[in-house]
Each structure stands twice: as structure tokens, then as C-alpha cells.
Nanobody
Framework: QVQLVESGGGLVQPGGSLRLSCTAS????????LRWYRQAPGKQRELVAA???????NHADSVKGRFTISRDNAKNTVYLQMYSLKPEDTAVYYC????????????WGQGTQVTVSS
């Protein structure tokens, strides 16, 4: 059974920082492309950052320079380090694991709430 479990969300003041974690089980973690998405109330889910199995990263323009995605294959965990948080970063953050070569091997976590407010 595949599980992705996010943690690390919470309430933080503008300018603050958080680190989200997503730990996977039931998959060959190192083979997967990992992504963080977010969905704010009334908005579509958007891609925040991605990291390939080889470690290549991409970040959305809205978070470049503030957020960093990383992975630890030994711990089956992907991270999203977030600095200089803004109210517009408020959303539910989801991790996603996607096998780059096998269609249908795509899994989601349950989400973790991040609220940026004073």
C-alpha cells in the first residue's frame, strides 16, 4: 500500500519560515519525480516545486528565491523549505510522487495546511 504523509504545516507570521516534509512508503522512492503543489481557497491547485530522481529542481516563479525543494532518498522523504512567507502563500500543500516512466504510478498525500497571517 502506497502512502505519502505530509507534516510541518501550521500558522506562521509574514516573513517567517516553515519546512514541510513528505514521507513515502510502498514505493521505490528514489525512482520517482517528487512535486509539491498547493491549493488556496477558491483557486486551482498549482505546482510549487519539483525534483527529479537525479536531483534536478524547478520552482515556480512565485516562490523562486524563497522556497527550496530537496529530497533524502535514504529517508524516503521530500522537503519544502519555505522562507520569507507571505499571506498569499496560504494554502493546503500537497506532495506528489510520479514515476517518470510508468504511467499510472502517481500518488498524492493528504495535504498539510499552511497559514501565513499576523
Amino acid at each position: 500500500q502506497v502512502q505519502l504523509v505530509e507534516s510541518g504545516g501550521g500558522l506562521v507570521q509574514p516573513g517567517g519560515s516553515l519546512r514541510l516534509s513528505c514521507t513515502a512508503s510502498g514505493i521505490r522512492f528514489s525512482a520517482y519525480t517528487l512535486r509539491w503543489y498547493r491549493q488556496a481557497p477558491g483557486k486551482q491547485r498549482e505546482l510549487v516545486a519539483a525534483i527529479s530522481s537525479g536531483g534536478t529542481t524547478n520552482h515556480a516563479d512565485s516562490v523562486k528565491g524563497r522556497f527550496t525543494i530537496s529530497r533524502d532518498n535514504a529517508k524516503n522523504t521530500v522537503y519544502l523549505q519555505m522562507y520569507s512567507l507571505k499571506p498569499e502563500d496560504t494554502a493546503v500543500y500537497y506532495c506528489n510522487a510520479d514515476h517518470p516512466f510508468v504511467s499510472g504510478f502517481n500518488y498524492w498525500g493528504q495535504g498539510t495546511q499552511v497559514t501565513v497571517s499576523s
